[in-house]
């Protein structure tokens, strides 16, 4: 028996991706309310592009060494970088807890913390800031990682190889703007 395959017809603007104001404001509360290694989670998702499960197994020894080396099934490798001014703030963070070693985020038990964790604790914040619960959640921060590199450096065959993409076209949602965007560009645009 043979299978037809079926087209799936792509989005032509992104959806529920979490804006900066948002993304600034929950770290900003999570600071403010001395959560800091949420709000690490919440900056190492934001400024690294890292899958979830990708960001809970980083340790100390990788933001001592500014990034971490991936290889996906294929056996290709793929560096995630993690930015100066976060590698800086996470080691005074760890000088604190005294840690010098080991798994960066650890969950109650002081176990390497799971990607259901992460996303479980992310839409508690999200209730309890009051942000919309469809765009806190790990892999929105991912796009909103690429969406603020394409804004700043127009490269997207560095950023697919930074997102770990096979092809570019993967990589092509990044150049199209989220619904909401496209609407205030339509309204501000089309005045005929």
Known sequence: MRLSS????????LENVVSNADYNFLRGQL???KNMQ????????GATGARVSELIKIKVEHVNLGYFDLYSKGGKLRRLYIPKKLREETRKWLETE???HGYLFLNKFGER??????????KNYADKYGLDKKVIY????????AKNFLEKYNDIAL???LMGHESI???RIYLRRIATEQQALIDKIVTW
Do not use: C, M, N
């Open 38 to 45: 949420w709000y690490f989670v919440v900056w190492y998702l």
């Open 113 to 122: 913390i799971t990607t259901r964790g992460i996303s479980q604790q992310l």
């Open 159 to 161: 950023l697919a190889d």
């Open 6 to 13: 079926v087209k799936i017809q792509q989005k032509s603007f």
């Open 169 to 171: 076209e993967t990589t």
């Open 31 to 33: 600071k403010e309310d």
């Open 98 to 100: 005294e840690r010098t």
């Open 138 to 145: 790990p892999h929105s921060f991912r796009h909103l990682y």
